[in-house]
């Protein structure tokens, strides 16, 4: 019985001396954290820690277990550092050292921590894993320190008791972590304040799912700061007070309607949109309300007396006058940008209160009514909004190419002027209502278009009854869309043929025909050049365009863009709102000054008055400082010196005789009209394969006017400084400078004997003789050996040998060395004509190509007028000063004659010649 007994008895002795060592360890390990603490911090007398029992130390509290549970130490002038093991304060509830100078690594503490108020120090880290199981954290002010770099760890959700976490300017980078709501409640929380960080990126959806009241994220440090949109603010109704200003938001200000205790809302330096809402105007609980620097839309909103309102900074509203309505086509224009979420891209250039200002994106205008409407490529999500409908005045409505959801609105059926509507490659669903017939609707790239609902991957084709029917409902309507659309065309192509004279139609419908006629210029003082109502070119009826929009369109004339270069500058390609490439002139800088000024006017005044579907044509300029530029229809086939002489290297096809052969049509029309057909005569002077260029279509037009002359109404003769090209002058302009429209007809001869040989105007790679080629070409015609001197890349028949030798001859004919000798543009007209005719192309080819060999242009007419006046002499005095080398080989190519060419020494000799 001993043995029990005595096992007993040691056992309970070993017991008590375990729990009493257990004791005895832990509140001595209390001890050594306490002292460590207090040398640490470099305890100055009068901090009160001189006691052996710490729990007798000023500002500390124990429990009954002599165990620490609170330490404040704030605002004591501190400037050491804390010790790694204040870890083992495991009945820590309180820790507060704010405002002072302790320095060094922060360190992990107990989980029992239920308060922590370290603000205002220098501590240098924070451990990574801080959060970690710290359930019973309630409130954490952490901010003003300078920590290295640190993120919210995701292990911010262990702390389910947090009410509070400020944590304002202490480095934190990343972005706010999607750890709140619901999956993952931080329940408590009340409090977010992250001010003054390196945060980036959006508000986490799960903001959604929080209480919180004071939500202060102002003034990120990062260069991208918080973005994204505020949208889901709309759904934290408990919010007091919203503090993110100075940051990148975009997007409109959410509906604050539901919350009721809201009272300070600073939203200042952010890039926010849209009409200011209601819900925040009439706000009741509204004491403060910062809305500076966004680009804020609509008309100025108007809050309460007694609240405290900050909008002076910039926005676009459309007034400055708070509560000043916007007009009716600024609203219409913004219910329309609404359900895109007011798009920054169209916020920031919709400025002031008239759409047709000429600035706004997306907008084109004629007469001050919105004609186009282009959104394309924009990347747009939401809706189309049923407003557009509002929009009378819309002849293009251009949605292609975005992340568009929803249907079309029926209400689009309605727009009177309507002509275009182009929704294709978005995520369009439902029935594609029924347009009046005539308008083109385009809607391919849209999978659920049809479908009664959009297709997702939740069994919504169970009970799709659209099933199996939408494909069909489709197709019908595609059908019926194909048809309208193609009687429309045939109705448009027979009302060209038919009337030449293209009165304008009510509803719009020749708006669309690209190539202006003569017959339709007006060549008037106030209306530019441009038929009052044409609105194909209504971005033009006011021909300045803004050096802000050519940057932006030419990708601030980068050199990607450049499509030839010259002594003039350069030209580059760029696109304009509504979808026009164009190509854009600018002038070299140094061609400043009042006689550069008074060129460049007269080269618009010439362009203006001189429009013909063979003519490029000139859409606007820009006078800017010392910009100067010239904007012009876009050519995308090129010139066709490209076509002739670099289709190898080009890799373009060697162009076909029949191709040849309406080129030279095109040309010959074109210049044709110059001389004769326009209310005035102009003389080109500088024709050549490079200054023709070619459409998609391969039709031609004829460019570059910076030679034009303009021959002054009653003047006889008309001498001027040589200008042009070698290999392509008149022998007559050459030798005497002396201009008429046969110096034209020369050149032309001349780029006909290149489109039968193949060879250069000018060919240095030939024997001496032969290397001018109209000397060579002519001895051809005389030794009758045309066959063997034609392109070896055309294909040649019986047919086309004897086309090619009708041509050789006009070609002669046109070169002969008499001025009086050789025929007017529109014999030449007339002998192209009949050959080209023989290959009009079949119907299919018509399809694209509704005009270009439509013999409508007025040829009898014409005729006559050239016939009246082939009596008259074309000799001419120059008194406008127009003249300058615009084209590029004229420049690269040294065979220039006019001296010296290139600015400012032509400034030099223009000064002399206008001493006249
Ligand atoms: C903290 O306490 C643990 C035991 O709980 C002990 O292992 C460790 O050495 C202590 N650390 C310090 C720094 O006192
Ligand atoms: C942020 O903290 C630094 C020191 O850590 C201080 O110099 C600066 O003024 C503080 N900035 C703000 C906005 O509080
Ligand atoms: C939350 O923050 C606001 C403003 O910073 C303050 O007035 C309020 O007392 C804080 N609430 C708590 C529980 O800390
Ligand atoms: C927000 O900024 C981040 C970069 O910090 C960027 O990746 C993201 O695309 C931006 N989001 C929006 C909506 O602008
Ligand atoms: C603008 O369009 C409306 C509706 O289409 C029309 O009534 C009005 O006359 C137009 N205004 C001008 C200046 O053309």
């Known amino acids: 019985m001993e043995k029990p007994q005595l096992g007993f008895g040691v056992s309970v002795i070993f017991r008590f001396v375990l729990v009493f060592s257990l004791v005895l360890s832990a509140s001595s390990g209390d001890a050594e954290v306490m002292n460590n603490l207090r040398k640490m911090i470099r305890a100055p007398p009068n901090l009160g820690w001189s006691d052996p029992d710490f729990c007798e130390w000023q500002n500390i509290k124990c429990n009954s277990d002599k165990r620490v549970t609170s ?37 992990k503490l107990a989980p029992s921590v239920k308060t922590l108020t370290i603000y205002n120090n220098g501590f240098s880290s924070i451990p990574s894993d801080f959060f970690e199981g710290m359930s019973m954290l309630e409130e954490v002010r952490i901010g003003a320190n300078p920590f290295s770099a640190w993120r919210i760890p995701d292990s911010l959700k262990d702390c389910t008791s947090l009410r509070v976490l400020e944590a304002q300017n202490c480095s934190i980078i990343g ?115 910062k809305l500076s620097n966004n680009r804020l839309q609509g008309s100025p909103p108007v809050f309460p007396p007694g609240v405290q309102v900050d909008m002076t900074g910039l926005n676009q509203f459309c007034t400055n006058m708070p509560g000043q309505p916007c007009s009716a086509l600024v609203n219409a224009m913004l219910s329309v940008a609404e359900p895109l979420g007011y798009p920054l891209k169209f916020a920031e250039s919709w ?26 490529r924009m990347g747009l999500s939401g809706t189309i909004s049923p407003s557009f409908s509002s929009l009378t005045s819309v002849v293009k409505l251009l949605l292609a190419d975005n992340n568009l959801g929803g249907t079309i609105p029926r209400e689009l059926t309605s727009m009177p002027n309507l002509v275009e509507l182009d929704v294709s490659n978005n995520n369009l669903y439902g029935k594609v209502p029924t347009f009046r017939q005539g308008v083109s609707v385009e809607y391919t790239g849209n999978k659920d278009i049809g479908k009664d609902r959009p297709s997702s991957p939740s069994g919504l084709v169970a009970g799709g009854k659209g099933l199996g029917v939408g494909p069909i409902v489709g197709i019908v309507v595609a059908i019926v869309v194909l048809l309208g659309v193609g009687a429309a065309a045939f109705i448009m192509f027979r009302r060209k043929r038919k009337d030449s004279s293209f009165t304008q139609k009510p509803n719009g419908k020749t708006e669309f025909s690209r190539d202006s006629d003569a017959t339709r210029i007006t060549v008037s003082g106030g209306g530019g050049p441009y038929a009052a109502n044409d609105s194909y070119v209504g971005d033009a009826s006011n021909m300045v365009i803004t050096i802000q929009v050519l940057r932006e369109v030419t990708n601030n004339f980068s050199e990607q863009n450049i499509l030839g270069k010259g002594g003039f500058g350069s030209v580059y390609k760029g696109e304009l ?64 010196n490209d076509h002739l002489f670099n289709w190898k290297v080009k890799g373009f096809k060697p162009l076909e005789w029949k191709r040849r052969l309406s080129i030279a049509l095109d040309v010959a029309r074109g210049v044709e009209y110059l001389h004769n057909l326009a209310q005035q005569i102009f003389i080109h002077r500088d024709l050549k394969p490079s200054n023709i260029l070619l459409g998609d279509d391969m039709h031609a037009k004829v460019a570059d006017f910076g030679l034009v002359r303009l021959v002054p109404e009653g003047n006889a003769s008309f001498e001027t400084r040589i200008a042009g090209t070698f290999g392509y002058l008149a022998p007559e302009y050459a030798t005497t400078g002396r ?141 406008a000063s127009l003249s300058y080398p615009t084209s590029e080989d004229s420049i690269n190519t040294n065979t220039e004659i006019s001296t010296p060419p290139r600015p400012p020494g032509l400034a030099d000799s223009l000064s002399s010649r206008d001493g006249r």
């Open 71 to 107: 330490i404040n130490i704030a605002k004591s002038n501190l400037a050491g550092s804390l010790p790694e093991n204040l870890v083992n304060l495991s009945e820590l509830k309180a820790l507060q050292c704010f405002d002072n100078k302790l320095t060094g690594p922060f360190p």
């Open 175 to 289: 972005s706010i972590p999607d750890i709140f709501g619901p999956d993952n409640p931080l329940p408590a929380l009340v409090n977010l304040t992250l001010s003054y960080n390196l945060l980036e990126g959006g508000f986490p959806a799960s903001f959604a799912g929080t209480g919180l009241e004071f939500l202060l994220l102002n003034d990120q440090k990062s260069t991208n700061k918080l973005n994204g949109t505020l949208g889901v603010l709309q759904k934290m109704k408990s919010l007091k007070q919203i503090w993110v200003h100075g940051n990148q938001f975009t997007g409109p200000i959410p509906d604050f309607s539901k919350h009721d205790q809201l009272f300070d809302v600073n939203l200042r330096d952010n890039q926010l949109t849209g009409v200011v809402p209601s819900s925040l105007t009439s706000l009741k609980s509204l004491r403060t309300v």
């Open 739 to 879: 201009v008429t429209t046969k110096v034209d007809v020369f050149s032309f001869g001349v780029v006909l004997m290149e489109m039968i040989s193949g060879r250069k105007a000018l060919d240095n790679s030939q024997s001496e003789e032969n290397v001018h080629l109209v000397s060579w070409f002519r001895r051809v015609l005389i030794n009758k050996d045309i066959q063997n001197a034609i392109d070896p890349t055309i294909v040649l028949d019986e047919e086309t040998y004897s086309s090619i030798c009708v041509v050789a001859e006009l070609a002669g004919h046109c070169c002969t060395r008499e001025p009086h000798n050789r025929p007017d543009m529109s014999h030449a007209v007339n002998v192209l004509l009949p050959l080209v005719e023989v290959w009009k192309p079949t119907e299919a080819e018509r399809e694209d190509d509704n005009y270009g060999f439509d013999p409508d242009l007025s040829l009898p007419q014409a005729l006559e007028r050239w016939q009246a006046m082939d009596g008259r002499s074309n000799v001419y005095t120059n008194t």
């Open 577 to 640: 709102h509504d979808g026009t490439k164009i190509a854009v002139k600018r002038m070299e800088s140094g061609m400043v000054g009042e006689k550069w000024l008074n060129e460049f006017m007269a080269e618009i005044a010439v362009l203006t008055k001189v429009r013909h579907r063979h003519l490029v044509a000139l859409l606007g300029y820009c006078l800017d400082g010392n910009e100067r530029l010239l904007v012009y229809e876009y050519m995308p086939q090129g010139t066709l």
């Open 351 to 376: 400025k002031g209160n008239d759409p047709c200002s000429g600035s706004w994106t997306g907008i084109v205008c004629s007469n001050k009514n919105i004609s186009v409407i282009n959104f394309q």
